[in-house]
């Protein structure tokens, strides 16, 4: 983990008045130790590129013609 990267991360553990506190939180919060950036490996097999749950592989599921059924859909506008 990274150490804290600006002064104002100090002020997370500090008693402040409640208002100001609640004022200065989404500071503090952008402040915070971040975990370091996790490699190639770590991060594994890439996503696809098409979503799974796409119109196309809908269509393709339930056996209907995509640019058939793309065509329908354009004349009915």
Not at 6 to 29: K, Q
Not at 61 to 70: A, L, N, Q, S, V
């Amino acid at each position: 983990m990274s150490q804290p990267s600006h002064p104002i991360y100090h002020l997370r553990n500090s008693n402040l008045d409640p208002e100001l506190a609640l004022r200065l939180e989404p500071f503090i919060r952008a402040h915070r130790p971040h975990s370091d950036i996790p490699t190639k490996e770590e991060l594994g097999e890439r996503l696809p590129l098409q979503s799974p749950c796409g119109m196309e592989q809908l269509t393709k599921d339930c056996g209907i013609d995509y640019k058939e059924w793309k065509a329908k859909c354009k004349r009915k506008e």
